[in-house]
């Protein structure tokens, strides 16, 4: 079940048992793509109660159009920046300027399923431009310079609003039928 674009964001679900199953049943596995990337081919599998929170977090950031954050370029730029300013300068106690409203964008930090990817959603009005970098790419995350520019996608609020309301809706249904199957 494909909410979203591919291409821009995405949120794929697996309701349906694959044979032979590799994770827990009470897991539910959700592949997600960010500008046709597939973030988290490492790892699908996400515990339902968590994934149903982040997806609440995230909508409460993005339902209302919001402007750019001081210091936006533009995605990969902007990507770089906050990257750069998380991984060394966070803990050096630099001041909080643009930098640091730049990181605060952080998107995707859904549990486990994506520590790999760096991702940033930059709100813009009606737009929200989406950056990331899966860690094998290399990049601050990992203290070696980036082999390539980090993945891009402009996504209308609407449409990301929309694919995340309709991850949380199966999100939400998954985790009732899977509770009520451990019941009986």
């Given at each position: 079940m494909l909410f979203g674009s591919r291409t821009g964001f995405a949120l794929e679900f697996h309701v349906e048992p694959v044979e032979?199953?590799?994770?827990?049943?009470?897991?539910?596995?959700?592949?997600?793509?960010?500008?046709?990337?597939?973030?988290?081919?490492?790892d699908n599998a996400f515990y339902p109660p968590l994934l149903v929170k982040k997806l609440k977090d995230e909508l409460g950031r993005f339902r209302t159009p919001t402007s750019r954050p001081t210091g936006f370029t533009t995605p990969s730029e902007s990507f770089r920046i906050a990257e750069s300013w998380m991984y060394d300068d966070a803990?050096?106690?630099t001041a909080p300027g643009k930098e640091a409203a730049l990181a605060q964008c952080r998107f995707l930090e859904w549990g486990e399923c994506t520590d790999e990817v760096t991702a940033f959603a930059f709100p813009d009005g009606d737009r929200v431009h989406l950056a990331c970098r899966v860690r094998d790419d290399g990049g601050a995350a990992w203290g070696t310079e980036a082999t390539r520019e980090p993945t891009v996608a402009s996504v209308s609020r609407t449409e990301l609003v929309g694919t995340?309301?309709?991850?949380?809706?199966?999100?939400?249904?998954?985790?009732?039928?899977?509770?009520?199957?451990?019941?009986e």
């Open positions: 032979p199953v590799e994770h827990h049943p009470q897991l539910l596995c959700v592949d997600i793509f960010v500008g046709g990337l597939h973030v988290n081919t490492w803990s050096t106690g995340l309301e309709h991850g949380l809706a199966v999100a939400e249904r998954e985790w009732a039928v899977r509770l009520a199957a451990g019941r």
